[in-house]
């Protein structure tokens, strides 16, 4: 089982909807975790951090977290055709402060 | 500005060349990494390096080299040794937190063989 996975998408929704982002981690010790942004080319740029479970919200982004499921997501309100992008899941590893990246989700916003 | 910056965006190696990709960043973090992506594919650990004139391999060392002389720069080489380098280069920083570090991007690098 890979440490952290993610489905590659592509995820397609229209303008205006909620986008929903998976990601799960094997290593039940993990405590921080992280969405990234990555558009065609460019450098990853993070968009939240979540350490307790539950939700945090930020703008239009939610992210969600259940460490007893080992599962974090992330939510777009209202999605834009610029949230067009790859997401990010990224997990500390048990007993060190580095994260472990997901290969990714792509998601498409269609007008 | 504060930030990360890395040089050359785009670098062209030859057959049996050894490259250096440059990173610097004036955000007085400890830690600095160095990760490869290959087209479709997620991020890899090539180093990273918690402290000054220390640094450890991540998941895909070989033929890779790395120094850490100042806090601020954490160059990469790129040897003749690592047989497919072609890819896209990230250099990263990160302040340490409680319970992980959140880690911050340089704009990247794309190497490619000829």
């Known amino acids: 089982q890979k440490e952290v996975e993610q489905n590659s998408g592509p995820l397609s929704v229209p303008e205006g909807a909620i986008a929903s982002l998976n990601c799960t981690y094997s290593?039940?010790?993990?405590?921080?975790f992280f969405w990234y942004r990555q558009y065609s080319g460019k450098s990853p740029e993070l968009i939240m951090s979540?350490?307790?479970?539950g939700d945090k919200e930020d703008g239009r982004f939610t992210a969600q977290l259940n460490k007893a499921s080992q599962y974090v997501s992330l939510l777009i309100r209202d999605s834009q055709p610029s949230d067009s992008a790859t997401y990010l899941c990224a997990v500390n590893r048990g007993g060190s402060y580095i994260p472990t990246f997901g290969r990714g989700t792509s998601l498409i916003v269609h007008p | 500005d504060g930030g990360i910056t890395q040089s050359p965006k785009y670098l062209f190696r030859k057959e049996g060349q050894n490259v250096t990709l440059s990173c610097e960043q004036n955000?007085?973090?400890?830690?600095m990494y160095w990760y490869r992506q290959d087209p479709g594919q997620g991020l890899r650990l090539i180093y990273y390096s918690q402290i000054v004139n220390d640094f450890q391999k991540g998941d895909i060392a070989e033929g890779y080299s790395v120094s850490r002389e100042k806090k601020e720069s954490f160059p990469l080489t790129v040897t003749s040794a690592q047989k497919n380098p072609t890819a896209f280069y990230l250099c990263?920083?990160?302040?340490?937190?409680?319970?992980?570090?959140?880690?911050?991007f340089g704009e990247g690098s794309w190497l490619t063989v000829v």
């Open positions: 990263a920083s990160s302040i340490r937190g409680a319970t992980g570090n959140t880690i911050y």
């Open positions: 955000l007085n973090h400890d830690a």
């Open positions: 290593d039940r010790v993990s405590q921080s």
């Open positions: 979540i350490y307790s479970n």
